[in-house]
């Protein structure tokens, strides 16, 4: 009797040893959807969590079905050691990965005595802080397994619900028996790299990059000279280089990336990138070859002659893409020492460029960069553009007409400086519509000039637009922030009064910032003819001294 009780004893235990142990091994998929303020999210992918008591994976049902756009993530965990591998898929060819050993480990959660149900089982509470977010964490360990939808919360059980400051909510939606994990077809070729560069790499494959400029010099210099690839212009201070565009999505999201060093140059200059437009039978690529002299030629009466500046029934000025203004003497000058003072290396500007979407999608154009200055060193340039579509996006301005540009980019080749608003015409210019436009916009860019107390550099003045000789704007442009960029500014000059020459309010721009564009409200345009005026109260000048505006416009429409 003794040897059947202690027999049954050791079948009950192995049987009870074989259940648990079938239990932790069993594999569960687990569906999440994503809800955001008590909605749940539209079109989405939901996620899905393979978990055994060995791994977790984490991916999706557009993963799975071969439906999601590059590049996508996948993680996997290993609870035996306490860390995880994400995978990046960049493209059909390129995936990377990268092993986390620590975070997992470092992750603290209080944990209350709240429970309730989810799906059927019995869950508890974990909540934490993450970047200022409180996360809610609701969690079971009746399935003996561990899991969740993120990295998050993979040690505490299965969590089937997290909450992010009880707007967003992502909930477990079904659990399923799996044969077996699901296994990763890119985990054995996925290149290995360390987490900064893995983040690095997935996130730049978001978005399209087009390098154009790298750390190129412009300056004033006879011995500069157009190579193969880049073209130089006026003594070097332009650079040019023929640049092929993909087809960009209505709706993208376009940005213009400067980075500026001074090489030499101590001074702020003004600086512009721009588009070259060859639609006409004349274009100030010409100009570049031949001489400003060779360009359509403005006049407003005041004696002047000002080259290229206005469309014609046969030329079509620069499109300029952004208007920039170099610190006075970064990273050259950066030997000055001011108490308490650290100077920036490098000076970035960074724009959106998105209405001027047209003029680039599936084109090849001259993209040029200009900056106007005397030095042999002068600047050191890098211009990128990086394009971020957006599939769902609703299309916008599909017409583009560039109008007017007084930036006088060939400064060191003679071009005039835009002094044509001393005069009650001002700028004019007339242009014909072959349809009518939608929704028509001026994106308008104004900055004055006049280096000195006097000059419209330093005085407020209003700028005036006018469509069809009916005024439909008028402001005043004026930067008021300007000793924000102090650090940028090493060989700005300083006063008595307390005050480097950056700290000073200017017409519109400040020594190392981007100057933005004024978007004018025009409504819809019937086809004909129109024009559009810019009156400016222009300063006099004072001996040597003179003031000056650069404006540039383009009309943009649905």
Not at 46 to 66: D, H, K, M, W, Y
Not at 268 to 280: K, L
Not at 389 to 396: C, G, H, Q, V
């Amino acid at each position: 009797m003794k040897k059947i009780l202690t027999l049954f004893l050791v079948l009950s235990l192995s049987v009870t040893h074989a259940q648990k142990k079938d239990k932790s091994s069993t594999t569960y998929k687990i569906t999440y959807l994503r809800s955001s303020n008590g909605k749940l999210v539209e079109n989405q992918d939901p996620i899905l969590v393979f978990c055994n008591g060995r791994e977790t994976v984490l991916t999706s049902q557009n993963i799975l079905a071969a439906k999601t756009p590059f590049p996508f993530e996948q993680t996997v965990v290993n609870h035996s050691n306490n860390s995880y591998r994400q995978i990046g898929q960049l493209d059909k060819s390129k995936s990377v990965s990268t092993t986390d050993s620590i975070s997992l480990g470092k992750q603290t959660f209080e944990i209350g005595s709240e429970t309730k149900t989810i799906l059927g089982y019995k869950c508890r509470k974990a909540k934490t802080v993450v970047n200022s977010n409180q996360i809610e964490l609701w969690f079971t360990e009746d399935l003996n397994v561990k899991g969740a939808p993120t990295v998050l919360g993979q040690n505490l059980g299965l969590v089937l619900e997290m909450n992010r400051n009880n707007n967003y909510i992502i909930s477990a939606t079904k659990i399923e028996k799996q044969k077996e994990i699901y296994k990763l077809n890119s985990l054995s070729n996925a290149k290995q790299v360390d987490l900064l560069t893995y983040r690095d790499l997935l996130w730049k494959s978001r978005f399209t990059t087009l390098k154009i400029f790298e750390n190129e010099t412009i300056n004033f210099s006879e011995a500069s000279k157009s190579n193969d690839s880049i073209l130089r212009f006026a003594n070097g201070t332009i650079i040019l280089k023929k640049v092929k565009f993909p087809a960009i999505n209505n709706g993208s999201q376009i940005f213009a990336e400067v980075s500026e060093q001074s090489n030499g140059d101590a001074y702020d200059r003004t600086g512009s990138v721009f588009v070259i437009p060859t639609d006409q039978k004349i274009s100030f690529l010409d100009g570049l070859k031949d001489g400003a002299k060779t360009l359509p030629v403005y006049e407003n009466g005041n004696g002047k002659q000002y080259q290229g500046v206005v469309r014609t029934q046969n030329y079509a000025p620069l499109l300029e893409l952004m208007r920039f203004f170099t610190p006075f003497g970064i990273k050259q000058y950066n030997h000055i020492q001011l108490k308490d003072k650290t100077w920036h290396e490098i000076v970035p500007y960074r724009q959106d460029i998105s209405e001027l979407r047209t003029a680039l999608s599936n084109q090849e154009v001259w993209v040029g960069t200009f900056i106007g200055n005397y030095d042999k060193g002068g600047h050191k340039v890098s211009l990128n553009i990086t394009i971020h579509n957006e599939e769902n996006a609703a299309s916008k301005n599909n017409f583009l007409l560039p109008l007017f540009n007084t930036t006088n980019v060939m400064e060191m080749a003679g071009q005039e400086y835009a002094t044509m608003f001393n005069n009650e015409k001002g700028l004019l210019v007339e242009f014909t519509l072959d349809k009518d436009l939608k929704n028509a916009k001026l994106r308008y860019i104004t900055t004055g000039h006049g280096g000195w107390e006097n000059g419209d550099e330093f005085v407020p003045k209003k700028n005036s637009i006018l469509l069809d000789e009916k005024e439909v704007n008028a402001f005043i442009p004026w930067r008021q922030d300007c000793g924000s960029y102090r650090l940028f500014n090493p060989a700005s000059g300083n006063f008595n009064n307390g005050l480097s020459s950056s700290d000073y309010s200017r017409s519109n721009w400040c020594p190392g910032t981007v100057t933005n564009p004024a978007i004018i409200e025009l409504g819809d345009l019937k086809a004909g003819k129109h024009s559009f005026r810019i009156k400016i109260p222009q300063g006099a000048p004072e001996g040597n001294s003179f003031s000056f505006w650069n404006v540039s416009g383009v009309l943009v429409a649905d």
